[in-house]
């Protein structure tokens, strides 16, 4: 079975500091990733996603992940945390359900505060 | 290009009383998803359309929850009767195909809050 966990709900940096939000996986196939991002009161806009191919993967405003297969991971990473970066982020693995369709498995989010 | 359109945006309900939610995909979308999402938990998928057909509704409490989509275009959700538990924000999604790397676009939600 699919399954997706972020390590910490709550992650707090300074402006201008790294970013690092976790995320494993376990899949038992090849996973497809994604990074979702959701603003207070808004749906998820796609900030990034592995399908095949280079295991680092650049995304929208300045975001980016490393696929490791050896570590089960595909953790979010930006070098300087901007104030506009406040949000809750998602990571999701894409799997075959049992209906024979394709489907994303959430996990419980990571919610970023930026500290001035 | 339009994105997902949701309504309402906000509804209160008191429990035992039915809600409907509406959601609107983006055109030439032929996959169709309702996510509930539980505050501080990820999305949970409810069901899963192609074109106006079920493809996955195995996460969907049927005793109290419907869903369709007319036309394979819009589509609706309903709740009856409310529970407390269903205090939620509900999700609509939509994607061109449906396969493994194909990314889902999402409305903003219906934030229900059933007192």
């Known amino acids: 079975a699919q399954s997706v966990t972020q390590l910490g709900s709550h992650v707090s940096v300074s402006e201008g500091a790294l970013v690092l939000l976790r995320c494993n996986y376990s899949s038992s196939v090849p996973p497809y990733l994604f990074w979702y991002v959701q603003y207070p009161n808004q749906g998820l806009q796609l900030l990034l996603k592995?399908?095949?191919?280079?295991?680092l993967v650049k995304g929208i405003n300045g975001f980016e992940a490393e696929f490791k297969k050896s570590e089960t991971s595909f953790h979010l990473t930006k070098p300087s945390a901007h104030m506009s970066d406040a949000a809750e982020y998602f990571c999701?693995?894409?799997?075959?359900?049992?209906?024979?369709?394709?489907?994303?498995?959430f996990g419980k989010g990571t919610k970023l505060s930026v500290i001035p | 290009e339009a994105g997902v359109a949701q309504s309402p945006r906000y509804k209160i309900i008191e429990k035992r009383q039915s809600v409907a939610f509406w959601c609107n995909p983006i055109?030439?979308?032929?996959?169709l998803y309702w996510y509930q999402q539980i505050l501080g938990q990820g999305p949970k998928l409810l069901i899963q359309?192609?074109?106006?057909?079920?493809?996955?509704d195995s996460q969907l409490p049927k005793d109290r929850f419907s869903a369709e989509r007319l036309k394979g275009v819009d589509s609706t959700l309903k709740i009856q009767p409310a529970k407390l538990e269903d205090s939620a924000v509900y999700l609509c999604?939509?994607?061109?195909?449906?396969?493994?790397?194909?990314?889902?676009?999402f409305g903003q939600g219906t934030r229900l809050t059933v007192v």
């Open positions: 359309f192609q074109n106006n057909g079920v493809v996955d």
């Open positions: 999604a939509s994607s061109p195909g449906q396969g493994m790397n194909t990314e889902a676009f």
């Open positions: 592995y399908t095949t191919g280079a295991t």
């Open positions: 999701a693995v894409s799997f075959l359900s049992g209906a024979g369709s394709y489907q994303l498995t």
């Open positions: 055109s030439g979308h032929a996959t």
